[in-house]
């Protein structure tokens, strides 16, 4: 897989230029800021790394887990998810135009993997939170037709969406769902890294889920290749949208001190490599004498090999996770 297989450089970068802009229009009044401890392991000891369109990004110097801080209030930021122009791009602009792309890449293989790790969930409960288009959702009941597949989903616009696709939904916020509800199995995509807190979440999915019950999760980890390379030239790093950037080490602190038990934890990206040549190649990305190197004379499979081990050793910023209920 590429990544313009899934995202056009043109229309990331058109997107990006409106989160800056929606960062200068919507947080002016810093007033409301403040600082929190890490948001993984609660450690105080952070070291400032840089700043990107007004917001300041600390390391924690015991779990290296990256962050936003000082961070803007809840409120502050559910308006720019409520109604701003950069959302609304990546839902007209950026993701419409690609979804049946990404349904093939990345929502197919996604249902595709949790049914060969699930086998006994196939007639469970499974709430999908952030659903979105539920495609996921969509996917994951052609292989599992007895499963009962609810979406999560706070937009109004793109809750309605999965009720027009025959999908039950939770028109919510999951910290706002009652504790009467139970569920066998929780998915989160690339969710954590805009939450606000991140263990209020947590612990809500450990209250929500059945005994035993399992959480799936994906989200983009700060020590992956990509990210450590390119720091806050990355354009992973996109505050106010992206707040935390956990890594194998960090989200196993986070998860464990929540009540949930680790199954898995791995970075299976496909991208890291072909993202730091992409930016080389087409924007002038500086990465480094040896990868430039690597981009002009090494081969493909040179190339493949690279990425082959990245994945391996758990160092791709694509990171996934399984854990479950204790």
């Not at 135009?97 to 790790?117: D, L, T």
């Not at 599992?144 to 919510?172: F, N, Y």
């Not at 970075?267 to 490599?273: H, N, V």
């Amino acid at each position: 897989m590429k990544e313009e297989d899934i995202r056009k450089r043109d229309v990331l970068n058109r997107y990006l230029e409106l989160v800056r802009r929606d960062a200068e229009d919507y947080f002016r009044d810093r007033s409301r800021f403040r600082k929190i401890a890490c948001p993984a392991c609660t450690g105080t000891r952070h070291e400032s790394q840089f700043a990107k369109n007004g917001f300041e990004y600390v390391r924690c110097a015991d779990c290296d887990t990256l962050f936003v801080n000082p961070r803007p209030a809840y409120e502050d930021l559910m308006k720019i998810y409520a109604d701003s122009p950069s959302t609304r791009f990546w839902v007209e602009d950026f993701f419409k135009p690609m979804a049946e792309a990404r349904r093939e890449k990345i929502f197919k293989p996604r249902a595709e993997y949790i049914v060969s790790q699930f086998p006994d969930l196939a007639s469970g409960l499974i709430g999908d939170i952030g659903a979105g288009f539920g495609i996921f959702l969509e996917e994951l009941k052609k292989i599992w037709p007895t499963s009962r597949a609810l979406a999560i989903e706070p937009s109004v616009d793109m809750a309605e969406i999965c009720r027009g696709k025959g999908l039950p939904v939770i028109e919510s916020m999951l910290e706002d769902i009652g504790p009467e509800q139970r569920f066998d199995l929780l998915t989160a995509f690339e969710l954590v890294e805009h939450l606000h807190d991140p263990e209020v979440f947590m612990r809500k999915n450990a209250g929500l889920l059945n005994p035993g019950g399992r959480f799936f999760m994906t989200t983009l980890s700060g020590l992956g290749f990509d990210i450590q390379l390119l720091w806050g030239a990355s354009k992973s790093v996109t505050p106010p949208h992206h707040l935390n950037f956990f890594n194998p080490h960090s989200i196993r602190i986070l998860l464990e001190r929540s009540g949930f038990e680790i199954i898995e934890i791995a970075t299976p990206g496909q991208l890291d490599w072909d993202i730091i040549e992409g930016g080389y190649r087409q924007e002038g990305t500086d990465p480094g004498r040896f990868f430039r190197t690597l981009s002009k004379y090494g081969t493909t499979e040179a190339k493949a090999d690279l990425q082959a081990w990245i994945r391996k050793h758990n160092l791709s910023s694509h990171m996934r996770v399984i854990a479950k209920k204790r």
